[in-house]
Nanobody, 119 residues
């Protein structure tokens, strides 16, 4: 049973920082592509940052230079460091893992963690 558990969300003032964590069980992050998505009320879910199993990262233009995605294979945890937060970063943030194996492609999602940035 694969489970992704996000933590680290909360309320922060604009300009502040938060670090989100995504801890996995039942899957080894080192073989997965990991993404952080977010969804604000009334908006579609959007990709914020991703890190491939090979360590390649990519970011949405809106967070480049402010957010950093990283992984700790020993802890089987992926982090999203968010700096210089803005009100428009307010959303529920979700961690996702994609695993490609011979039997197919499997996507897993966490339950989400709320980030609220006050202006």
């Amino acid at each position: 049973q694969v489970q992704l558990v996000e933590s680290g969300g909360g309320l922060v003032q604009a300009g502040g920082s938060l670090r989100l964590s995504c801890a996995a069980s039942g899957v080894t992050f080192s073989i997965a592509d990991i993404g952080w998505y977010r969804q604000a009320p009334g908006n579609p879910r959007e990709l914020v940052a991703a890190i491939s199993s090979g360590g390649t990262t990519n970011y949405a233009d809106s967070v480049k230079g402010r957010f950093t995605i990283s992984g700790d294979n020993a802890e089987n945890t992926v982090y999203l460091q968010m700096n210089r937060l803005k009100a428009e970063d307010t959303a529920v943030y979700y961690c996702t893992a994609r695993i490609v194996v011979a039997s197919g492609t499997y996507d897993y999602w966490g339950q989400g963690t709320q980030v609220t940035v006050s202006s």
